[in-house]
């Protein structure tokens, strides 16, 4: 059995579990980032004083056994009313914490193990952390939320407090063959894990193989005009060690596609480095031709980082 340790957030690391779930050989864990700070996450975080459930919800769906009516129910989101903007999934993992004595970990477990997860969900820290971040301009912008909107170079992130690991996270580690990071936002799913200073220091002494799943697109208001070798040196810088392997989409997208992405500042992520590490691969696809959506063929993209592990 290879033990998996998966590093992120959301959506993108979302799609990689749903690939590695199947895969009867490894032992997954994905440890997810706990500084959103917007939309219904946002609004439980800053409400009830848990951490925001949002991106572990998305997790646990994934890794769920089957995605069924019960999945269905855990991404729905209200349009209208004084519910207008949450996700039921996120309610249910807030009144799983009131139910488990104020336990957000129990939460996660409980609902894990109702859905028979492949896999083990677990949030970085159980504290509640705000990401900070410094602009070349000089600006010092706190929260989420607000880096985003702020737009600009940043120079430089940190938490707004000393963040206390959640000790399971740290044992995951330590037990890790591999860590995969990504895919995911470069600032706000990925590098925050590492500004919680004992899951860096796990990190940097784990004799686990690391290997870094670029975005395929850049992010409006945090990587805009990013290029591979800049995402890959501000993980490296932040983490404190070298990532093993680079795994890089390849795929062409019709150019109606990416003129929508340009209108919003956002295209794809150049590969601008002549490096043994980087493995490519026609690794993503198009949701809705309509308002398209590039994504991570789950797949795909699980398919190559078991070759990786073997």
Not at 111 to 116: E, H, M, P, V, Y
Not at 262 to 289: F, H
């Amino acid at each position: 059995m290879t033990n998996l340790v998966a590093i992120g957030g959301g959506t993108g690391l979302s799609q990689l579990l749903r690939g590695l779930k199947w895969y009867e050989e490894l032992s997954i864990v994905s440890i997810v980032a706990v500084t959103d700070d917007g939309g219904s996450s946002g609004i439980i975080r800053q409400d009830f004083e848990i951490p925001p459930p949002g991106d572990v919800r998305n997790n646990i769906v994934a890794l769920a056994e089957k995605e069924s009516l019960i999945t269905d129910l855990l991404s729905y989101r209200f349009e209208e009313g004084f519910l207008g903007g949450h996700n039921l999934g996120n309610i249910i993992l807030l009144a799983l914490t009131r139910i488990n004595g104020n336990s957000f970990p129990l939460a996660v477990k409980s609902l894990s193990d109702f859905l028979n997860t492949k896999g083990r969900v677990l949030p970085c820290s159980c504290d509640m952390l705000r990401l900070v971040a410094s602009f070349e301009n000089g600006d010092v912008v706190f929260g989420e939320t607000s880096i985003n909107r702020h737009g600009g170079k940043i120079k430089e992130v940190w938490l707004d407090t000393v963040a206390e690991p959640f000790s399971e996270t740290i044992a995951s580690l330590e037990k890790a063959d591999h860590i995969v990071l990504g895919p995911g936002s470069l600032y706000t799913s990925i590098i925050t894990n590492f500004l919680v200073r004992e899951v860096k220091e796990t990190i940097k002494k784990s004799g686990a193989k690391l290997i870094y799943i670029s975005n395929i697109m850049t992010q409006p208001g945090e990587t805009e005009n990013y290029t591979l070798s800049q995402h890959v040196s501000q993980i490296e810088y932040y983490m404190g060690r070298k990532i093993d392997k680079i795994v890089v989409n390849d795929s062409s997208f019709p150019s109606d596609v990416l003129e929508r992405y340009k209108e919003k500042n956002s295209v794809p992520v150049l590969q601008d480095m002549c490096d043994s590490r980087i493995i490519t691969g026609d690794i993503a696809y198009i949701i809705n031709r309509e308002k398209p959506i590039i994504r991570h063929d789950s797949n795909k993209l699980a398919k190559i980082i078991v070759s990786l592990l073997e």
